[in-house]
């Protein structure tokens, strides 16, 4: 009896604690930041970076000011090198709710400081009075271009505005900060081969209920993995590594048969990359590089006879384009197009006649990876003396003509280096005159050096570093895989 009691009195209270938990939504304005550098770029950066701080059980951001309990304005104000953020919550009548500053000395103490303004920020939020909300079985009327429909694997379809938070899979976490992926075909079992790389070492994973090592190789300390593509031969998968060795391209092949990875050639003067064009299967590409120019000469289709490469066919490209930065897509209207992700993070698209019909306002891109390698032909991007030239994010077409590419939100450090966070993946669909976003993947809190999209089992593999190295600690790298429908 007393347990039937007690049942009762715990339905009772449930749903009254349940509809009083509703989150806070909070509308972020735009960031004030006079007479910074790089303005445009850090306020959509301070403001990204706040909303995924703040985001919880007790707040959730949303997109207009309309839908909001709480307004949130953000100024960023510098004073020489040091710098204060300062934060207003008001209601949506202007009653000012919060206030909270934080202070820092240096560009280096800033993602530091968007953290603790956020928590000083959520103890005051919590105590806002949140609007009631419709009755929970009917649901509001919205326009049809903001629908709302949840799905479960973490991808978001553009013109939706809620998303489950669950993610299809996630490894255990690895340690280092790794930089690249290649994945192989699923096996009987479901498994499959999974290639992982950082600067100079290279893991290969047998995937299940957690990442299995099955081998793991070390370069020399002169050479640097800059570029990671498999492809599958009549013999077994081939893995096929771009190497950089003192500004020299040496690069290296392997070759995993009978879940025995074997190197089979090293040396080899080529850029390489593995994707599929219009019209045409997976296929081996490569590049050649120069003492003036780091891409030199054509893109060429070309195929491995055993330790050797054998360039073929040169593909017809646009001047701006190298082997890493392009790819094509066939359009409704039959037509092939030319897509290119410029080093400035925007996107453009050619026809057939070579000749740029579209270029984005909005940027993608934001990698870390880079070579060392001088090049008279670009502007190089020195640090500490070094030249470097960052390779962009993985650019890649579905069989759809889908164009897919990586966004990282990029924080420029003193060091003329830039640290990355808050990485998602697009899918961009051409209209006709446009490419426009068609899904995104969540945003990651954290950087995202590259991924993989697996049209066989419609999957989506991603890096994320999850830390960063500190004093002992090597920082920390995960794999997630989400299902894309």
């Known amino acids: 009896m007393k347990r039937l009691l007690f049942t009762l009195l715990l339905c009772l209270f449930v ?29 959509s ?13 007790t707040v959730v951001s949303v997109s207009t000011a309309a839908e909001a309990d709480a307004l949130l304005s953000v100024s960023y104000i510098t004073f020489g090198k040091v710098f204060s953020l300062e934060a207003v919550a008001k209601s949506p009548a202007g009653a000012a709710y919060s206030k909270a500053f934080v202070q820092g000395e240096s560009q280096d103490e800033l993602i530091p400081a968007v953290n603790k303004l956020a928590d000083k920020l ?21 326009p049809a271009a903001a629908a709302v429909v949840a799905v479960p694997s973490g991808i978001i379809k553009i013109a939706e505005k809620v998303i489950e938070r669950g993610e299809s899979w996630r490894s255990q976490p690895l340690t280092g900060v790794m930089n690249l992926l290649a994945s192989g075909p699923a096996g009987k079992d479901g498994s499959r081969d999974i290639f992982i790389a950082d600067n100079r070492r290279l893991f290969h994973y047998r995937s299940g209920e957690e990442l299995q090592l099955k081998a793991e190789k070390e370069l020399k300390l002169y050479e640097k993995i800059v ?13 096929y590594l771009t190497v950089m060795a003192n500004e020299q391209l040496s690069s290296q092949v392997w070759q995993l048969k009978g879940g025995v990875l074997q190197q089979v050639a090293s040396g ?26 780091a891409f030199s000469g054509d893109v060429y289709r070309a195929e491995r006879k055993g330790a050797e490469i054998q360039p073929g066919e040169a593909v017809k490209l646009p001047a701006e384009a190298n082997i890493y930065n392009f790819s094509q897509f066939v359009a ?10 410029f080093s400035d993070n925007r996107i453009g698209v050619y ?67 830039w640290n990355h966070s808050n990485g998602s993946v697009f899918c961009l669909a051409w209209t006709g005159e446009s490419l426009e976003p068609k899904w995104r993947t969540r945003q990651m809190e954290y950087y995202m050096p590259d991924y993989v999209l697996d049209e066989s089992r419609k999957e989506l593999l991603q890096l994320q570093i999850v830390s960063r190295p500190f004093l002992f600690s090597k920082g920390t790298t995960v794999l997630t895989i989400k299902k894309v429908e």
């Open 45 to 57: 950066t301070l403001q990204t970076l706040l909303s995924s701080r703040l985001d919880g059980e």
């Open 351 to 417: 026809d057939h006649q070579l000749r740029e019909i579209w270029r984005s306002t909005d940027k993608y891109g934001g990698s870390e990876l880079f070579m060392e390698k001088s090049d008279v032909s670009l502007p190089a991007n020195v640090d500490q003396g070094a030249p470097r030239l960052y390779l962009n994010q993985r650019l890649q077409v579905s069989a759809a003509g889908d164009v897919l590419v990586g966004k990282n939100d990029a924080m420029p450090l003193l060091s003329k280096s």
């Open 15 to 43: 749903p009254a604690f349940t509809a009083s938990a509703a989150p806070l939504k909070l509308f972020i304005t735009k960031v004030s930041a006079p007479g910074a550098a790089n303005r445009d770029e850090l306020q």
């Open 332 to 341: 409704k209207n039959g037509k092939i197009y030319t897509v290119l992700l």
């Open 227 to 239: 570029a990671m593509d498999t492809l599958e031969s009549g013999d077994g998968l081939d893995l």
């Open 268 to 293: 080899l003067p080529y850029f390489f990359r593995v994707l599929a064009l219009p019209g045409s299967a997976k296929q081996l590409y490569v590049q050649k590089s120069s003492d003036k120019k």
């Open 122 to 142: 959520k103890t005051d939020l919590a105590k806002i009075p949140v609007q009631a909300s419709p009755t929970p079985q009917v649901a509001p009327l919205v």
